[in-house]
């Protein structure tokens, strides 16, 4: 598992053809719906790790398996990455149904490492549930969103915090909130209704999907049963809405999009057909993702090089 | 010359030394010895399985049992620590903090069994946990339980041992995790101000009590080695601390409103090079405690020459007792009043200070205080950023430390020829330890134990008082480990923030730009960027030089795992295995690195890793870094390598290295 891991961050070139051709036989294995792919994201020190460490030892303790991806941003200047979120996983100890891998963002703006995709695919081929946490800072909640089947908001008992999303348009994205910190006292509540106002107004991209806001602690336990049922009742949602297979394939376009972005910027998409272009091609030309990521990658490439 | 007569001289502040090991019985031994060279105080330090609540057979109490301190696990072992000590005329200090309500009901518990008067005891228990957060490492709940046993055992003290001091709060240890005198002053304020709102809001202390309460807090300082600033910032202290027990606690008898101090002199400034050095910084920073009449210290703990070596000796300890006392009885200090009354110069750097560091605190109260900052790690964050800056000082030269980057030719040391010139802890203490630990449990009225156990953790849920069913506790024969245990059942046990991950402050330089280079070249020959773990093991928690480490790696372009401190071998090794790194650095500064690396080096061959090169840091004695190199360890280093880059370079090396198959 963690060589796999390894291996499909190396980026020389047998290695990257090595595991291409890994990824594409383990997307077309891969059973639907499979694991749970559940995001966690919100404004640093709000509490994600230490909640997913309670979600950990809880759904461990119901007999899953379970695996966490957890993004950290790396530094401009050196390219170098401080990765500290395992400081308050404590629940995998030694047991080998848990599995914690950290995750520097390199140059992605948003909260999510390029070789995030390919990382998740890998470990819902082994375990029942994959948990993604990154950093909310904005321009990342599309990017998780694409990345997962539910995307959880952690938020701090503070009315900044509930300002905060409702101003930079994110509260869109996710498809369950919790307010965390609820034994610290009244603010909670008070953040909570905040934030169920903000969510009356605001639109949803999960369509029929009812979002609720939780109060919980990840410190004393308040709450946790609620948020495993509210997770889980979105997972059954998808599955029997029919709406999970649309929503994992329009994550994989997201993937190919972002990967050709990042390298040929927005006119390179378009060159393309934008998403549509490339959704198309996924359907018809029957390769795996991230195959055909390469594969664009390249043509993109020949028509750079035919142009000059 | 004429010799004044005694009577007009100023009463000498305590001296103490800081110190235990091995045993219950070998630490009375010490402390009798002490006190018949005229030590006047004792200072008691514990091993860290005690300071963290395990027992001696604890698994994660291997390698550590009686190194740094006293092992004690219950009231026979408590007993034999005082033995033949008058406790009612003892001042008795106690660096205990997460059980520092266990350690004194066993205090009590002696006492009690004695027949001292539990009205006569005199002495203080550390007891501040927000400096555990910060920088000593050795919490075990959360912040909210901890308050509350904090505030427990001042409620509880102020009628049943009104001359002991529950809580003293340090700021030594910010010092020592590298706060300026600005952090230091306002931090340990925001810390004594959260204690003391915490008791208020109680209830079961009446208004009117408040006062006594207030009078009862102490403070224990550091004293570095710019001695003048140093005085200065006493002073701060002094004068910021009667304003807020005046304006926030309404305190009207000047005598409580004093400000009372302890003082432990600055060891992060004490060499490893020319380590005869130390002993002129420890002279002149014990000044800066004791100059000024009006802002003298109560009591006094100096460290010993060899500090950054390794554990002193009676002698060494000795030799640091004299310092206290040819400043105390033969010198002209205690004869004048205030040397510093009218002084323009200190009154404004006073003013300074109390400026900056009223800022700093309301800073901190607007967070919401203490404990808010503890958690949403702004005070750690600014202690890494404060270090940071000040090892980047002695790399560049800027902050002069003579012997190391400075003045650094030397003739050899007398002091440090021939054998180990350190206290090296008897390998056999900690199983005799373990025998005996089993022997009192086997002859303690089982029924008993569980008993009092039980009326503990009944007390604890009612909200009672934590002392009155832990003293029980103490006289049934419960274990250190037991009381911890049933907390950690009720309250949870806790992590605080490393501060390193928002750690801003990038460091610059050629040589940075040459590593950097480097490590990314290494990149593309990996394939991916270079991965290094951080890592802790053990109970030792003497994070600064794991922090620097993460940090500069950070800086140089490495992705760096760090998980904090008190990791198991087998965590380390799995970490390293799941995040698939390069490389893994280990920290080690207590003195089990022997036993604590072949452990790691063990678990990661079971784990396959056995190539993985590992690279060690801390407190190591030549003869040990001869041996862990031999066992494996690609390099090892001390306190005299202060180059972080260059380290960082070396680093770099080792993961470019073919590795010789294991
Ligand atoms: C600062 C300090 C503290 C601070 C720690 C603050 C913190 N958060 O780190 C405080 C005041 C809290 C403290 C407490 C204690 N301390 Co203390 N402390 C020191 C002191 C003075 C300096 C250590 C330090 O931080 N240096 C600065 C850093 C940057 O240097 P460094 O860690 O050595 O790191 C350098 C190298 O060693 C190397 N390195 C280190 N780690 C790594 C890792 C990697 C991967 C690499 C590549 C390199 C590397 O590179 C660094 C750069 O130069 C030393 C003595 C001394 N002068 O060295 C005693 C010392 C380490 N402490 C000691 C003791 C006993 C304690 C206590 C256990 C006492 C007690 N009984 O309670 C307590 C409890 C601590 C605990 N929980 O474990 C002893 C250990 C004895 C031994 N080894 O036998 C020492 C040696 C003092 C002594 N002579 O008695 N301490
Ligand atoms: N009081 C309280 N503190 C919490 C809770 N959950 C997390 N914290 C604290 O909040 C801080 C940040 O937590 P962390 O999990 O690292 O946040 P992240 O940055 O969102 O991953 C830490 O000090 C935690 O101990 C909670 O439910 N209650
Ligand atoms: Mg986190």
Redesign the pocket.
């Known amino acids: 598992m963690p060589e796999a891991l390894n291996l499909i961050d190396d980026q020389r070139p047998a290695q990257r053809r090595a595991a291409l051709a890994i990824l594409d036989e383990l997307e077309a294995r891969s059973a639907f719906p499979g694991a749970h792919r559940l995001g966690v994201t919100g404004t640093p020190g709000a509490g994600k790790s230490t909640l997913i460490d309670a979600l950990l030892r809880a759904l461990r303790a119901r007999g899953e398996t379970l695996a966490v991806l957890a993004v950290d941003p790396s530094s401009r200047a050196s390219g170098g990455a401080l990765l500290g979120d395992r400081v308050r996983m404590r629940a995998a100890g030694e047991d080998p149904g848990i599995f914690i891998r950290s995750m520097a963002a390199r140059e992605q703006l948003g909260g999510t490492a390029a070789g995030a995709h390919a990382s998740v695919l890998i470990l819902s081929c082994v375990f029942d549930r994959v948990i993604v946490e990154t950093v909310g800072v904005g321009q990342s909640e599309s990017d998780v969103h694409s990345l997962v089947d539910t995307l959880l908001l952690v938020a701090n008992p503070s009315s900044g915090d509930a300002l905060q999303f409702m101003k930079a348009g994110l509260l869109e994205w996710p498809d369950v909130f919790a307010v965390n910190k609820s034994d610290l006292g009244a603010e909670a509540a008070r953040t909570r209704s905040e934030l169920e106002s903000g969510l009356a107004v605001g639109e949803s991209a999960s369509g029929e999907w009812r979002r609720a806001v939780l109060q919980v602690s990840a410190r004393d336990g308040t709450g946790l049963d609620a948020l495993q049922q509210a997770l889980d009742a979105h997972r059954d949602h998808l599955s029997t809405s029919e709406t999970l297979a649309a929503r994992r394939e329009a994550g994989r376009v997201a993937h190919v999009l972002s990967a050709l972005r990042e390298r040929f910027g927005s006119r390179g998409v378009e060159a393309l057909g934008g998403a549509t272009g490339v959704a198309n091609r996924l359907r018809e030309s029957g390769a795996g993702t991230f195959s055909l990521a390469a594969q664009l990658d390249a043509e993109l490439d020949a028509a750079l090089a035919a142009r000059s | 010359m004429s010799i004044p007569n005694s009577a007009d001289r100023d009463r000498p502040w305590v001296f103490r030394t800081y110190s235990g090991h091995s045993s219950a019985q070998a630490s009375n031994a010490l402390y009798r010895d002490n006190l018949e060279k005229g030590q006047t105080g004792l200072s008691v330090?514990?091993d860290?399985p005690t300071?963290t609540g395990v027992d001696s057979d604890h698994p994660l109490a291997r390698g550590e049992v009686g190194k740094?301190?006293v092992p004690i696990c219950h009231v026979d072992d408590m007993t034999a620590l005082f033995h033949e000590l008058p406790l009612d005329r003892m001042n008795t200090s106690m660096?205990i903090n997460a059980p520092a309500a266990w350690l004194l009901a066993l205090y009590v518990a002696v006492a009690e069994r004695s027949g001292v008067d539990t009205q006569q005891l005199q002495g203080t228990t550390q007891n501040d946990i927000v400096k555990e957060y910060l920088?000593?490492?050795?919490y075990i709940f959360p912040p909210e339980p901890s308050m509350r046993l904090i505030s427990d055992m001042v409620a509880y003290t102020v009628d049943a041992i009104p001359r002991w001091n529950p809580i003293n709060i340090c700021s030594?240890?910010l010092q020592?995790?590298g706060a300026t005198p600005v952090q230091e002053i306002a931090f340990a304020m925001a810390n004594a101000i959260a204690v003391l709102d915490a008791v208020r809001e109680r209830g079961d202390v009446p208004e009117a009590r408040l006062p006594q309460v207030v009078g009862r807090i102490s403070f224990f300082l550091n004293a570095g080695i710019r001695f003048v600033e140093e005085t200065c910032k006493a002073r701060a202290m002094t004068e910021i601390w009667d304003r807020i027990t005046r304006e926030r606690y309404g305190v009207e008898d000047e005598k409580l409103r004093r400000f009372r101090y302890g003082v432990q002199v600055n060891?992060?400034g004490?060499t490893e090079a020319q380590p005869e050095n130390n002993v002129i910084r420890i002279v002149l920073e014990a000044l800066g405690v004791t100059l000024s009449k009006k802002a003298r210290c109560r009591a006094l703990q100096l460290p010993a020459w060899?500090?950054?070596l390794?554990?002193?000796r009676p002698w060494d300890q000795q030799w640091s007792l004299r310092i206290q006392q040819i400043l105390a009885y033969e010198t002209d200090l205690l004869e004048h009043e205030d040397l510093f009354e009218g002084s323009q110069v200190v009154e404004n750097r006073v003013r300074e200070l109390v400026e900056a560091a009223d800022a700093e605190l309301q800073q901190v109260l607007e967070m919401g205080g203490a404990v808010a900052a503890v958690e949403n790690a702004y005070m750690k964050q600014q202690l890494v950023a404060s270090h940071t800056a000040r090892?980047q000082a002695i790399e560049t030269g800027e902050l002069p430390v003579v012997g190391v980057n400075r003045f650094i030719e030397t003739a050899d040391s007398p002091l440090t020829e021939g054998e180990r010139s350190i206290l090296v802890v008897d390998e056999s203490a900690e199983r005799a330890q373990i025998e005996a630990l089993r022997a009192f449990r086997s002859r303690r009225n089982e029924s008993e134990a569980k008993t009092a156990l039980q009326g503990l953790r009944d007390a604890l849920r009612n909200g009672e008082n934590v002392m009155p069913p832990s003293i029980r506790a103490a006289h049934a024969g419960v274990t250190t480990g037991e009381w911890s245990d049933t907390l950690r059942e009720l309250f949870g046990e806790y992590r605080a923030p490393t501060g390193v991950t928002a750690a801003r402050r990038e460091t610059q330089g050629e040589d940075m730009k040459g590593v950097r280079d480097r490590v990314q070249q290494l990149a593309t020959s990996l394939g991916r960027p270079l991965k290094i773990l951080?890592g802790k093991p053990g109970?030792?928690?003497?994070?600064?030089?794991?922090e620097?480490?993460a940090v500069r790696a950070r800086d140089v372009g490495m992705e760096v795992v760090y998980d904090g401190i008190r990791l198991t071998p087998a965590q380390i090794a799995a970490s390293a295995r799941d995040e698939g790194v390069h490389v893994i650095?280990?920290?080690i500064?207590?003195?089990s690195h022997q036993v604590l690396v072949l452990d790691v080096l063990e678990c990661l061959r079971e784990a396959g890793l056995g190539e993985l090169p590992v690279?060690?840091?801390?407190?190591i004695p030549d003869t040990d870094a001869d041996q862990l190199q031999a066992a494996g360890v690609a390099r090892v280093?001390?306190?005299k390598?202060?180059d972080?880059t260059r380290?960082m370079g070396e680093?770099v090396d080792v993961v470019s290295e073919p590795r010789a198959a294991a």
């Not at chain 2, 920088?135 to 050795?138: E, H, I, Q, Y």
């Open positions: 330090a514990f860290l300071q740094v301190g660096t920088s000593r490492g050795t030594y240890h020592e995790a060891s992060l004490l060899n500090e950054a390794g554990l002193p090892t951080v109970l030792d928690g003497h994070s600064n030089g794991a620097q480490i650095g280990l920290s500064l207590s003195g690279v060690v840091g801390g407190i280093y001390t306190p390598d202060f972080l380290i680093i």
